[in-house]
């Protein structure tokens, strides 16, 4: 052969087709295409991760201090008209305000030491350029009959999100001004999302010191490699760097409540750690177990392991973007924080984790435990639990359900309202501000109502206030600064704000006071969200499961078994929030986690964790399905289907729960209440989800159901996309 010939039948060039690449004997699927463009572009897939994690990751260190706590109303109601309302006209005399209480244990505290202090405090908040009105102390108002309490009212001069940032600012600052028999703390809605961001952050770290060596010892037990253990945790720690810094900037568009980052942390690790954990187990699989080429293992990977991965993770950011229809600044930028979040450990995931597989190669055992057999896919043990439940579906069937149905059955009694006082530490400032305007004032002080009415109708409002039996005083009608024509009343309840008389109270006035006439304030605010909540969550549930179904019936082409996992999704969910009910509610077990029970659960569980349970369980079912699936198609075989999925998926499914256990669980163990009852309620659901629905239950419905469970009509296959799981 000359020579020119010989150039003519040489190896094509790097730049070849992906069809006559040498290490492929047959064409990858779109994602086996994906990852094996990775492998020949690795500077390039490299260069824009590190561009991207270094570029967005300047900006994460300002994430907490940037993002804020507030955003928790019901966009259009009638309570933020009347905050908005008292921002414009009535110098800031709104729900946002910050009040400062000032008291003295020796004396009346405007004498002497206090009154020097009260001059301090109003001087303090007069300089801030973000207070309106400061209103001083009035006798029969704001001053304590015995003359020991006072309480200073720093008017809201910018919006929610900008006075928890005032108040981050001044707290300190008042505070100091304590001593000498005189205390200061300030208080109000504002203070109270400051002190709870202030608390929360400091559990979340607490709870990320624990969670990480938790996770990687689970993590190194479960591949056998430090060094395969530790790429899950990289790969979703450069997720959220990237999607911490994206939501700094996203807050300079749009407010994003602090919530967001709390969640998208917690979720993001746990969920990450999944799609890393099912990605290295099928390419170890197939490099070292089937003794692939480096490039037909990733192709094979990706084909099957990234497919599921892929349909994983547009399931949970569908579930979550059900979230959304809560016409709710801090519901939607809650979900949309963890959604960007998940989005970007996924890219990781299907895109950086291919690179570093193929880079590193049989170094990803490096430091392995001696026992582990570094390509052993099918795991005997849970092939052998897969045989046990073929031969006895009924007696395992039953016996995880009458588990999960006496869990939860506690769910019916469930009470919900929006989070109390107690959310925050006994000793936080706006916590003991609050405790002294009762002591002061009364039950209801301090949750006072601010009713704006026309001038007209000011007397007719007043009136009606006073004979209201839910009402303990009102105070004369304010004309509006901006001559609007309109009044400011506030009203004083007999009740503590979190009292559940409160509600018939607002409900009440909202129906006798005159037409022109709103009732808002802080605790109205909560009520008026609670609503929203209890009349969205019904939607946003029947969306996510319908969503869910569809999601599952594109994936596996199979109406019977997407159906039945589906319902099998909603078990799981409402046991958790059984156990939830139990935990918060009844408060059982309320001392050895460290909580004060409020004798409901908060009104934003059920929407919001529904989402997220739903997400993490259709995770789960992907998984186990998605491999079913593959080994029907291959065999044709329903035993093998079955059994072959729990053989190849179970381990899996098993290491993955135990590592979102271990991190909800942490997150559980410190800090204040709400991320409490997501540590549980999560935990809780992965526990029961990954271990009893789908290592028990969804395997027990492929038993029974046979070739059923695969069956699909010929219309629908006509309009369908065709997806297969095995690969070649």
């Known amino acids: 052969m000359t020579s020119t010939a010989a150039r003519r039948h040489a190896a094509p060039s790097p730049r070849r087709s992906l069809r006559h690449d040498s290490d492929l004997d047959h064409r990858p699927g779109p994602l086996g295409r994906l990852g094996v463009w990775v492998t020949h572009h690795r500077r390039l897939t490299a260069g824009v991760w590190v561009l991207l994690v270094i570029g967005l990751g300047v900006f994460a260190p300002k994430v907490e201090a940037n993002l804020s706590g507030a955003g928790w109303q019901a966009d259009g109601s009638e309570s933020v008209a009347v905050r908005e309302m008292a921002t414009e006209s009535f110098g800031g005399n709104a729900s946002s305000a910050i009040q ?192 692939e080429t480096p490039r037909r293992a ?37 979900a949309g924080g963890i959604m960007l979040a998940v989005t970007f450990v996924l890219a990781a995931t299907l895109t950086l984790l291919p690179l570093v597989l193929f880079s590193l190669d049989h170094r990803i055992n490096k430091l392995a435990l001696k026992w582990v057999h570094t390509g052993e896919h099918r795991s005997p043990r849970f092939a052998a639990w897969g045989e046990r439940l073929w031969k006895r579906p009924v007696a395992f069937g039953l016996a995880s359900l009458v588990v999960l149905l006496a869990l939860a059955a506690p769910v019916l009694g469930l009470r919900t309202a929006m989070p109390s006082i107690q959310v925050l530490p006994e000793e936080a400032s706006a916590r003991v501000g609050y405790d002294r305007v009762q002591e002061a004032f009364g039950d209801g002080a301090p949750g006072t109502l601010q009713v704006v009415a026309d001038e007209a109708d000011a007397e007719a409002t007043y009136d009606a206030l006073v004979a209201d039996r839910g009402i303990a005083g009102a105070m004369p009608a304010v004309p509006a600064a901006d001559d609007s024509g309109t009044v400011l009343i506030s009203a004083v309840p007999t009740v503590d704000p979190s009292d559940p008389a409160l509600g018939p109270t607002v409900d009440r006035l909202r129906a006798d006071l005159p037409a022109s006439a709103l009732v808002g304030g802080a605790a109205v605010e909560n009520l008026d969200l609670k609503a929203q909540l209890d009349e969205s969550t019904p939607l946003v549930i029947g969306v996510v499961l319908g969503l869910g179904f569809l999601l599952l019936l594109v994936a596996l082409q199979a109406p019977l078994i997407s159906l ?25 077990g309320a001392d050895l986690l460290g909580f004060e029970p409020q004798g409901f659960l908060d009104a934003w569980a059920p929407v919001f964790f529904f989402a997220m349970i739903f997400a993490i369980a259709m995770d789960y079912t992907v998984f186990l399905l998605a491999s079913a699936k593959e080994h029907y198609e291959r065999s044709g075989d329903p035993h093998e289907a079955m059994v072959g999925s729990l053989a190849h998926s179970g381990r899996v499914i098993f290491a993955a729960g135990a590592v979102m256990v271990a991190v909800f669980l942490t997150f559980a163990l410190s800090g204040p209440l709400p991320p409490k009852e997501m540590g549980i309620v999560l935990g809780v659901a992965v526990l029961l989800d990954a271990f009893l629905v789908r290592l028990v239950l969804l395997p027990v419905t492929l038993r029974l159901t046979g070739r059923a469970a695969w069956w699909t009509p010929r219309w629908l296959t006509r309009v369908l996309p065709t997806i297969t799981f095995s690969h070649g």
Request: aromatic share 6%; net charge negative.
């Open 100 to 291: 400062v209480v000032v008291h003295s244990t020796d004396g009346p505290v405007t004498e002497g030491r206090g009154g020097d202090v009260l001059d301090e405090v109003t001087s303090a908040l007069e300089a801030e350029p973000r207070i309106a009105d400061v209103i001083v102390p009035q006798p029969g108002a704001t001053l304590s009959q015995d003359g020991s309490t006072a309480v200073v009212l720093a008017g809201a001069g910018a919006d929610p999100n900008e006075m928890v940032r005032v108040a981050d600012d001044l707290k300190g600052e008042l505070e100091a001004l304590s001593g000498d028999g005189i205390e200061v703390n300030p208080t109000g809605a504002s203070l109270l999302w400051s002190d709870f961001n202030e608390a929360n952050l400091e559990a979340m770290l607490k709870s990320e010191m624990l969670s990480w060596p938790v996770t990687l010892a689970i993590l190194v037990l479960a591949f056998g490699a430090l060094v395969a253990a530790g790429l899950p945790l990289i790969l979703t720690l450069a997720g959220l760097v990237a999607s911490a810094g994206s939501l700094v900037l996203i807050n300079e568009l749009v407010p994003v409540s602090i919530w967001a980052m709390n969640f998208a942390m917690m979720f993001a690790l746990a969920l990450g750690i999944d799609y890393a954990l099912f990605l290295v187990v099928r390419f170890r699989a197939a490099r070292m177990g089937h003794h």
């Open 564 to 588: 039945l996992g589906t319902l099998a999704s909603l078990l799981s969910t409402a046991a958790a929030f059984g156990v939830a009910r139990l935990v918060f509610q009844d408060g059982i």
């Open 298 to 334: 990733i192709a094979e990977t990706m084909d099957t392991a990234g497919k599921a991965v892929l349909l994983s993770g547009i399931t949970v950011l569908v579930s979550l973007s059900a979230v959304m229809l809560v016409p709710s600044p801090s519901f939607r930028s809650m």
